[in-house]
């Protein structure tokens, strides 16, 4: 571009605009500045009068790293700098500075800032004051885009301390710094119900509560959180609240029915119970396998979406919020205006899960523009363009796990502080470019982490036993606070899933089955175990596991039930495949995808007290002769006074046979027409060899006995208390009451309906009134009732208890605060 030399009066030299290109913008007139505000008549000082109004005015375009029309306002060096017009401030003659006209509006064509709020006449007399005073500007204050926070790893000295636990030892300094006394622990009965909900999401029984309170070890706490941190399944169905709500997966909603959506339930649910270490755990989310791949695709939304809403931008999205605490949405529509991510950040790292250029969109107009791939934070490594996606996900993976990524372990145990104690180290969670309250502990839970494993569990256990935890519970900013100090734990509300499973263990009413396909991984590994009764391969033809023909055979069994049944899991090997009907109703479970597994289905509400007939369907497909079998096992428990009678039922010869067609609600217990199903061989014969597996199976414990609500679809009761649809990633759930809430718990139908349930199975007990009263006041609070309570709580059940006294009862215990919160 050419120069020109402008011959323009001394004034203006001596402001400093001397040369400038030939698209500056020419001087202001004489009218324009007599549009101008007068100056301020005081002495300015910066940082109270000028630096509040760059910082909500100009910084969003100009500072941070950005630098719209070619001008920052990092320091003041930089302020002074033409930008791409020519001068944008003369400094000691504010009516000659561009600036100053600009935000002043003398040019209704041409005012900044071109969005939000326009600065007051007195804002700009105070800009005019400055400009015209020699702008002083302090060194140390700076627009600058800051240096990144929580990012490369730092190992902190642990302090000398009598503590053992090394974040009290930590803690100890920074109550010392400042002026603060930790107080006492607290009292044991407390310590156990925050631990157990805490690890296992379910309250401690009133024997646990009595063992514990009288166990004189000094190590008891210990001793407690390790016991139930190995506690894998109860563990497991907790936490998957946790992580369900961060990965977004759910058993239905949006994009299920229309496969636009996959649930990666059985994954996360093993990766659980098995601890499996974090580094693997993101490996797999990142890079994922078929099992965990839901939460990298995202939904697929039907119809015409926003460009930020494909699958691509919801993989970038995600592996942000989640893995690395950073906040992406805005940055995918445009430049963030709330932070320093850009468009082009989270277009560099969703083309990396692309299958083709992802072209650049801003607020839905396209750009012409391409982002080069790239993870939000280069320095950590690169990712080569040119690889195929799936050697890309490799390498993001590699990246992301890396020990340089020190953000990776501290967003995670920044995310379990702030579970387990209410508030994050820091806040909110979802920034973590913000400074920790206590940076060394943040610093040191991350590398203990790193340095043991991924191990998450061993993170957990550290906090539970650590003094911070066991402090007194006080009540938390709702909002982050940047002057907040640490006195101890929040009191936290029961999460929607922790509310239902506590009623369920005072009512015995749980949920009826789980939803997720979680039927086969309920069952705890282990040695198999005898089982109660002998099942054995039939089928209508004694050839069957060396070939038959296609065909349908069904087999007929009846059983007499002395009492309703509190257990009636079936599990089903099927070569090809089975349907099952109890009482000419047919049932359904989990039905399995090939002989190999085992279909799961529960059977509690088709069997009845008195005789029940059990038909199973069994299907052989195929074009010709091949391998036919049927191989069931019915674990059945019915209560017998104070214990339970096992009635277990398998096939075997004495099961009936039919090949013609049936109806099933017409099968009678004797009929002619069936006769004796042909036993082919043992669980273990070939070519099906699944006698380890079925065994194992049975041996576990009950598939359907205490179902948790984190294993089943919410209901109006989890989603007024709080539970997400968890179309969107979810990493804090609201925490003030609502009017939806109020209405569900003094008159919600589903509530009602569990808590007459409830009250109904309390009564078949046989207990009376006192002692029910005081064992649901344990169970409930984790303390025996006061005289007071008991006296009141009585003359509303009844010495010899009335259904309607104890549903009113029932209702009064689950509104109770300290029921409903953690202290």
Request: proline letters at 8%; a neutral charge; aromatic letters at 8%.
């Amino acid at each position: 571009m050419p120069v020109l030399r402008l011959r323009i009066p001394s004034a203006w030299m001596l402001a400093g605009w001397i040369v400038v290109s030939a698209s500056a913008a020419t001087p202001p007139t004489a009218d324009a500045i007599a549009k101008l505000p007068p100056p301020s008549g005081r002495t300015v000082d910066f940082v109270r009068d000028i630096q509040p109004i760059l910082g909500s005015a100009c910084v969003k375009c100009h500072g941070r790293g950005k630098a719209k029309g070619d001008w920052r306002l990092d320091t003041r060096e930089t302020f002074l700098q033409p930008g791409e017009s020519g001068p944008v401030v003369a400094s000691g003659n504010s009516a000659a500075s561009r600036l100053i006209h600009l935000v002043a509006g003398t040019d209704p064509d041409s005012v900044m800032p071109k969005k939000g709020t326009r600065l007051t006449p007195e804002q700009v007399g105070l800009l005019r004051a400055w400009v015209d005073q020699g702008m002083t500007w302090p060194a140390e204050v700076t627009f600058a885009k800051p240096p990144d926070r929580n990012l490369h790893p730092r190992t902190p000295v642990l302090p000398a301390s009598t503590e053992a636990n090394p974040l009290d030892r930590l803690l100890a300094a920074y109550f010392q710094r400042h002026g603060l006394s930790a107080p006492a622990v607290v009292e044991d009965r407390l310590f156990l119900r925050r631990a157990s909900l805490d690890v296992t999401g379910l309250l401690p029984t009133p024997e646990e509560l009595a063992a514990f309170e009288a166990d004189p070890s000094p190590d008891k706490r210990s001793r407690l959180v390790a016991r139930l941190l190995s506690e894998n399944s109860r563990y497991a169905q907790h936490w998957l609240t946790f992580w369900n709500d961060l990965l977004r997966n759910d058993y239905k909603g949006t994009g299920y029915i229309d496969g636009g959506r996959k649930p990666i339930s059985a994954w996360l649910y093993a990766a659980l119970r098995d601890n499996k270490p974090y580094d693997q755990f993101v490996r797999e989310l990142v890079n994922p396998t078929e099992a965990s791949e839901g939460f990298s695709r995202g939904i697929v939304w039907r119809g015409t979406v926003n460009a930020s809403m494909t699958p691509p931008m919801q993989a970038a999205q995600n592996i942000g919020q989640v893995l690395m605490g950073v906040n992406l949405k805005c940055a995918s529509c445009h430049d963030s205006f709330i932070d320093d991510w850009q468009l082009s950040d989270a277009y560099g790292l969703a083309g990396i899960y692309a299958d083709e250029k992802l072209e650049m969109v801003q607020c839905d107009k396209p750009t012409g523009k391409f982002a080069p791939l790239k993870f939000l934070f280069p320095e950590l490594g690169a990712v080569d363009a040119s690889a195929p996606r799936t050697n890309r996900l490799a390498q993001l993976a590699t990246i992301i796990t890396a020990p340089a990524n020190g953000r990776l372990p501290r967003t995670v145990v920044n995310r379990l502080w702030a579970r387990l104690l209410g508030r994050g180290l820091v806040e909110p969670p979802d920034v973590m470019q913000n400074e920790a309250w206590d940076p060394d502990l943040l610093d040191w839970l991350a590398e203990d982490l790193v340095s043991h494993g991924w191990n998450l569990k061993r993170t957990i256990e550290l906090i539970l036993t650590s003094r911070a935890y066991q402090l007194p519970a006080v009540s938390l900013p709702e909002k982050p606070d940047p002057d907040f100090v640490f006195r101890g734990p929040g009191i936290r509300r029961l999460t929607a899933e922790q509310f239902r499973d506590a009623l369920g263990s005072l009512t015995g009413v749980w949920q009826d089955k789980p939803e997720g396909g979680f039927d086969a991984l309920l069952v705890e590994p282990g040695a198999a175990r005898p089982l109660a009764a002998e099942a054995l391969w039939i089928w209508s033809d004694p050839h069957g596991a060396t070939g038959v023909p296609p065909g349908t055979s069904a087999f007929r069994r009846s059983l007499v039930l002395p009492a309703a049944a509190t257990e009636a899991t079936l599990f089903t090997h099927a070569d090809n495949s089975v349907r099952v009907f109890a009482n000419g109703t047919r049932v359904k479970g989990s039905d399995a995808p090939d002989w190999s597994q085992s279909g799961v289905y529960d059977l509690r509400k088709a069997l009845r007290p008195g005789t029940n007939i059990l038909v199973l369907e069994g299907f052989n497909g195929g074009d010709g002769p091949n391998p036919a079998g049927l191989l069931a096992y019915l674990k059945l428990r019915v209560p017998d006074g104070t214990t339970e009678q096992i009635l277990d039922l398998a096939t075997d010869g004495a099961w009936m046979c039919s090949t013609n067609a049936f109806d099933p609600a017409k099968v009678m217990p004797e009929d002619s027409a069936w006769t004796a199903a042909r036993v082919l061989g043992p669980p273990g014969m070939q070519p099906w060899g699944i006698g380890e597996a079925l065994a194992q199976r049975v041996a576990g414990r009950s598939v359907y006995g205490n179902v948790r609500a984190s294993l089943t679809a919410a209901d109006p009761l989890a989603l007024a208390l709080g539970r997400p649809n968890r179309e969107q990633v979810t990493t804090v759930r609201q925490s003030t009451p609502t009017t939806i809430q109020a209405l569900e718990l003094t008159n919600g139908e589903t509530l009602s309906r569990l808590l007459k349930q409830g009250a109904e199975h309390l009564m078949t007990g046989g207990t009376d009134g006192p002692t029910l009263v005081g064992r649901v006041f344990t169970l409930a609070l984790s303390r025996p009732p006061t005289t007071r309570e008991v006296q009141l709580a009585v003359e509303l059940v009844g010495r010899q208890p009335r259904r309607e006294g104890v549903e009113d009862f029932l209702w009064s215990v689950a509104m109770l605060p300290e029921f409903q919160l953690t202290f």
